[in-house]
């Protein structure tokens, strides 16, 4: 259970706030295509990254992989089925009745990023949305986290939740000095952490000392 009230909240974008598991799945079949892995099957496990999830899938040929899976996402259409998983809308609102600082710290190209925040009328509740490209280096650098916070008198602490869905997030947070929550289910090698899987359970988490704190 938290221990302290947060100050501040950090949000991941793709598979934690939105359900972009459809679009991350076509990017894997069209790039396992094109390197002439037609016969291979793969699915990206949330809890590494891509990078490893790449080097895993082609050893030393990850990052002419890693260019046709980007052209292949950024080619898509930013809206095809991206979806707020459930919960989030309902969970954004109550938070925001709190004052809590929200941020998006996301590895998405900041530009695409924002546009697909503000497609969902999102965008109103977060004081700060940071992608790719926004900071000099990319979670799990602390960079975008910290960057995320710039302006607000709040400094890292175990006072700024980072919500996340993958070992970059959890990275990100450590070395930011947050705290990392992860959204779904126990994160190997993790396990201490705190976890949700869905945005229900995340509210039990968080609204009983927002409460107290409130009375």
């Not at 990017?27 to 999830?53: D, P, W």
């Not at 969970?91 to 998405?108: D, E, G, P, W």
Request: aromatic share 10%; hydrophobic share 40%; with cysteine.
């Amino acid at each position: 259970m938290l221990e302290k009230v947060p100050k501040a909240i950090l949000f991941d974008w793709d598979n934690t706030l939105v359900d972009s598991q459809q679009s991350v799945s076509a990017a894997i079949n069209h790039t396992l295509k094109q390197m002439g892995n037609n016969s291979l099957q793969a699915s990206r496990h949330s809890y590494v990254s891509r990078k490893e999830f790449l080097v895993n899938l082609f050893g030393d040929r990850w990052q002419e992989a890693g260019a046709i899976y980007q052209q292949y996402l950024d080619q898509q259409s930013p809206f095809k089925d991206l979806n707020p998983n459930p919960g989030v809308v309902e969970m954004l609102k109550n938070l925001k009745q709190y004052n809590l600082y929200l941020a998006i710290v996301s590895n998405k190209e900041g530009n695409n990023l924002r546009k697909e925040v503000a497609y969902l009328g999102l965008s109103h509740y977060f004081k700060k949305i940071i992608g790719s490209g926004d900071t000099s280096e990319d979670k799990p650098s602390p960079l975008p986290a910290v960057f995320a916070l710039e302006g607000s008198n709040i400094k890292s602490s175990n006072e700024v939740l980072f919500v996340g869905d993958s070992i970059t997030d959890v990275h990100c947070a450590i070395n930011a000095n947050c705290l990392p929550i992860v959204y779904g289910k126990p994160m190997l090698g993790y396990e201490d952490l705190l976890s949700f899987e869905n945005f229900n359970q995340f509210m039990l988490l968080v609204m009983p000392i927002l409460e107290g704190n409130n009375e």
